[in-house]
């Protein structure tokens, strides 16, 4: 696992696309900030996580499909003659996209404390949306990876990975657009279900330990099933099917 960390993590910053990705991320930090904060003239830094959910969602398959495409068949037929599991070789992977996010939300952080020299910052809030954000960032992560890892083109990879992002928004979007429909039960269920409503939660100060383990819970489950289709791809491609 540390093997394939190390590989994947400095594979995304031999070429632009890890520094591609914490630039465009701390662009848009910044511009948000800017039009929230200094033109809005509001200390609720925080407030901008709920744009940068969506930018996030957009920006994560450039990484995971980086990833992807930087693994060749030769390298697959090399990795699998290493002491490497199916594990090991998907939750590398993962960290190293965490790595690089993780440096992202730093950088915000360091954004929101500039902005604390002009006003006043609630870091509690600050940290906390910060946190549910970070989590939200794995989640979307993980469902990236799944799909990077179940899917063999390039890219049928990227439409899905968009197109699944686009469904989910649209389904926490729709529910809150329709709140009467039903009684707002549609609403009810998409502010439970909808991790992008989630965040907005969080962010409007609502901070609730079961949004902790709603991500956390998702998360792990979608690195269960990349790891078993990754796992099942290996046992085809030896030739054997395991019980």
Known sequence: MRAVFKREFKGLFHDITGFL??????????????????????????????????VMAVLLPILLLKIKNGVRKDTESFMRTLPISAAGEVIGKYLATLAVIFISVILTLLGFAFIGFFGDINYLSVMSALLIYFLFSMLFASIYLFITVSLKGFNASAIVCYAVSVVIFAFGFFG?????????????????????????EVVYGIFDITTVAYFLVLTVLFLLLGIFVADRRRANARGGVRS
Do not use: Q
């Open 21 to 54: 990705f914490i630039a465009a991320h701390a662009f848009f930090v910044g511009l948000f900030l800017i039009d929230h904060c200094m033109k809005g003239g509001r200390s609720d830094a925080e407030g901008i996580l709920s744009k940068m959910a969506i």
């Open 176 to 200: 809150v657009l329709l709140k009467k429909v039903g009684g707002g039960i549609l609403e009810s269920i998409a502010r439970r279900v909808s991790p992008f409503l989630r965040v907005d």
